[in-house]
């Protein structure tokens, strides 16, 4: 774990082959596969700045802790992400979204050490984000701090929204089962979910792995699943739905070989 900015500079001036990791709620490893080195920001790495409704943020905390902030200092437009067991860096990095919201969106700047160990400040448009990506895809810089731009609230109006938006996730997704997240990126004016439904994946089991009976596009860990496991259900269902429908589904979970 990188724990202060100098030490970030320090491993990017000659990184080994190596990978992020943000929480790892988006990511299966296979632990027998070629990265070797993982490395993760400390949630201590920045103390966190306000200034009116921009918040900077270290890219290790996490979005939760981030919202308590946000409630404490009445600044709204993150609430849409409550409940996710997600870092901020891993959000900006997938560009999280849901419900028409990206953290894209609400994204002020970011600072990032590349290769070499140069320190930037990166701009929104920088970051080039996308339906659930970003430059960070394609380029193997650490990010380390985003400031955000949020606009003024009450830390009661803040509170509501948190739970109301965790109330439509509990209901919409399995938040509290063993899970990565989406397994599908929705395809072009498709609702990947519904599309899985309507072809009867829903709830459907497989070896230690089942569907979520709650959203089928959700895979639940049920039995001591491994990352071949995650990797064939991915597989077969590409495959059987490419010939039901000629569909390509595209993952977004990284699957990290
Ligand atoms: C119950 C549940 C619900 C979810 N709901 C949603 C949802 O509604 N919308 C949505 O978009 N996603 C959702 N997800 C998926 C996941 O939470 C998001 O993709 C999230 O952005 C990943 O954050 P993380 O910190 O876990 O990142 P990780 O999974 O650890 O990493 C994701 C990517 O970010 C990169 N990364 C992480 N940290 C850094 C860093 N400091 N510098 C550079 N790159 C970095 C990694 O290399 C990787 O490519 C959900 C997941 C779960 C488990």
Request: aromatic fraction near 8%; hydrophobic fraction near 40%.
């Amino acid at each position: 774990m990188l724990e202060t900015i100098d030490e970030v500079v320090e491993f990017m001036k000659d990184p080994p082959i190596f990978m992020m990791v943000g929480k790892g709620s988006n990511i299966v490893i296979n632990p027998e596969g070629n990265v070797r080195t993982i490395m993760q920001i400390s949630p201590y790495l920045s103390k966190e700045i306000i200034e009116n409704t921009f918040l900077t943020v270290g890219s290790g905390m996490s979005i939760t802790r981030c919202l308590s902030l946000c409630q404490k200092y009445g600044l709204s437009g993150l609430e849409f992400a409550a409940g996710v067991p997600a870092s901020i860096g891993g959000m900006v990095a997938m560009n999280f979204g849901c419900w028409g919201i990206e953290v894209g969106n609400i994204v002020s700047r970011v600072r990032v050490v590349k290769k070499g160990g140069a320190i930037q400040w990166l701009t929104s448009k920088e970051c080039q984000f996308g339906y659930r990506t970003s430059i960070f895809q394609s380029q193997n810089w650490v990010v380390t701090d985003v400031q955000f731009c949020l606009s003024k609230s009450t830390p009661e109006d803040i509170q509501a929204s948190i739970k109301a938006s965790i109330k439509q996730r509990l209901n919409k997704q399995p938040l509290r089962d063993k899970t990565f997240g989406s397994i599908f990126k929705n395809p072009p004016g498709q609702h990947v979910g519904k599309l899985l439904e309507d072809l009867g994946y829903k709830g459907k089991q497989f070896q230690n792995v089942q569907l979520s009976r709650k959203h089928a596009n959700f895979l639940l860990n049920t039995g001591k699943a491994t990352f071949q496991d995650v990797k064939s259900v991915i597989v077969t269902i590409q495959e059987e739905v490419i010939t039901q429908t000629g569909i390509h589904l595209k993952p977004e979970v990284h699957l990290v070989t």
